[in-house]
């Protein structure tokens, strides 16, 4: 069965520094999106991709975050200069197409954490 | 601005018994209504969905959901636990008219399975 993949699985950065995390979501799908999960907390929304271009983006989501999708397959979100709270696990997402209600498929996370 | 409410952070219940996990939403218009789960280590799971028609939806490993529009709830049910349910169960809504369809989350619930 198609799943999102995820890598790294765990990434461990110094404050200052960028970070990329990827992706690669199911291969007919065209919605993309990022989540995070600081702990404890809620799973958030951070970005909607579709069309090559973000769809909607959460305040969260502010100058320091950018995505991209590369080379058709890949999906990836950049953090270029990490803070301590960017701590969390992320989630990448995807969903298959336009049509309203489609579940979004979730991968397994990377769990970043900003020392 | 969508928000989704579950009772209960935590719940404990003995293997056999029933399991209920509440979710409220707020929105004003009924939207798309998700429960995800998420077992340790691993991302987040479909278990079920309700989009349009019948308001009982049923899942995998033997969940189901009841959509009321009047109480604006969706709670999740299995007639009975197995230790396999331990888990982390998330309520989800989308806005059934944006298409981007960002999910907006619940907080979780933790389900303790007791032999």
């Known amino acids: 069965e198609p799943e999102v993949t995820q890598t790294p699985s765990h990434q461990v950065t110094q404050m200052g520094q960028e970070v990329i995390l990827r992706c690669v979501p199911i291969?007919?799908?065209?919605?993309f999106y990022w989540y995070r999960q600081i702990l404890g907390q809620k799973v958030e929304f951070l970005v909607s991709?579709?069309?090559?271009?973000?769809?909607?983006k959460s305040e969260i989501f502010d100058d320091q975050f950018s995505v991209e999708r590369p080379d058709g397959s890949n999906f990836t979100l950049k953090i270029r200069s990490t803070k301590l709270e960017d701590s969390a696990m992320y989630f990448c997402?995807?969903?298959?197409?336009?049509?309203?209600?489609?579940?979004?498929?979730f991968g397994p996370g990377t769990r970043l954490t900003v020392t | 601005a969508q928000s989704v409410t579950q009772l209960g952070s935590h719940v404990s219940v003995s293997e056999g018994a029933l399991v209920l996990l509440r979710c409220n939403y707020s929105s004003s218009v009924p939207p798309y209504l998700f429960w995800y789960v998420q077992y340790p280590n691993q991302g987040l799971q479909l278990l079920l969905k309700y989009t349009t028609g019948a308001t009982l939806v049923k899942g995998i490993n033997g969940f189901e959901a009841e959509f009321k529009k009047s109480e604006t709830s969706f709670h999740l049910t299995k007639p009975s636990a197995h230790m396999s349910d331990a888990a982390e169960y998330f309520c989800a809504v989308s806005d059934r008219r944006a298409a981007g369809n960002k999910l907006t989350f619940g907080g979780g619930t933790r389900v303790l399975v007791k032999p």
């Open positions: 291969s007919n799908h065209l919605y």
């Open positions: 997402a995807s969903r298959v197409g336009l049509a309203e209600g489609y579940e979004q498929y």
């Open positions: 991709f579709y069309n090559n271009e973000i769809s909607e």
